[in-house]
């Protein structure tokens, strides 16, 4: 299998693959400079987005490829820096560096020149294999680091990486990175899947405590010049307000009649409040014309009870007065009667 057949693939440039990923890092319209892009699958994409793309790369098979497309093609070594001055002074505004710092013997030598390469506030978009994925672990622990034909143990790498050595080695080179991204895929999935499975059961659970990134199978970072941290800062210090903006727009757009019914419904509210006090006021009053009506029937009960017992007394009066008169009367009769025998 030649090199350009293992690295010629096809990809949903809109999906969610990691080239697709990769690609969204650079505007349409760029100017575009893609080293070692094999038989061109991402170049093909770069095009039909406008980009104007500038190749660099070796492989025969590959070049040949490339100059069947609409690119212009630099035969260089990568290794080597004569390539640079093929490009006659030009800048561009972003750079691809993707998978190929692992086939690098001395990536630094590279990323020394790219910084002059690039135009002011343009990027870097580099990925490389991580080399501390769990299924390279895993082969370790069963005492095997085999080549293969491509995958993390390509048989063309010659430099192997993790995050903090990426990180390293772009920072002593004058890079400062902008933004990390990860490809994760499960070990299970991968060339590693036999490894992983060997594993006893609880050897596995104590490689993954802790390790959160165990199943980053590439890294990419996208860096910028130390020469325009400020300016990069600056600039997504912009974005990031653009879009605190925007945000805030959509938010004021969408809320606005809720707003808009918010403020009826206090109003509604406040009026409601208002009717309520002034029922409360209503009642309180009520409340007390009750007590004091409460008071008075208790008052007329009080004087209906003393009336109903002066009556009664008045009753007894009369009855005994009745019977006083009666028995005087019937006194006077029998006197009456005596005297006339």
Known sequence: MSNVERYNYAFD????????RLLR?????SAVLELGPGAGAMTRVLIARGCRVTVVENDPDAVLALRALDVEVVVGDLEHT???????GRNFEAI??????????????VLRVLGDILAPMGRLIVSVP???YAGVVAALRNGAFDYAEKGQLDRTHVHFFTRRSAERILMDCGWVPRLWDANRVPVAQSEFAWCWEALAGDLRQQLLSGWSDFDVYQWMVVVAPSRD??????????????????ELEVLRSVHEPEHTSLVEHQKA???AKDIIHRFEGEIRQNQTEIN??????????????????????????????????????????????????
């Open 269 to 271: 509210f406040a009026e």
């Open 229 to 246: 941290a400020r300016a990069w800062e600056m600039a997504d210090l912009r974005a990031e307000a653009g879009r605190l903006r925007e």
């Open 13 to 20: 440039s809109e999906g969610d693959s990691w080239p697709a």
């Open 82 to 88: 004569d390539w640079v001055a093929a490009l006659g």
């Open 96 to 109: 691809l560096a993707c998978d190929v710092l692992e086939h690098l013997r001395s990536p630094e030598n």
């Open 130 to 132: 991580n080399i501390a």
């Open 292 to 341: 004091q009506l409460r008071e008075q029937i208790e008052r007329l009960a009080s004087e209906k009870n003393d009336l109903f017992k002066n009556l009664q007394s008045t009753q007894n009066t009369l009855a005994h007065t009745q019977h006083a008169l009666y028995e005087s009367s019937i006194r006077r009769r029998l006197r009456r009667l005596l005297n006339l025998n």
């Open 25 to 29: 890092q650079v505007q349409s319209g």
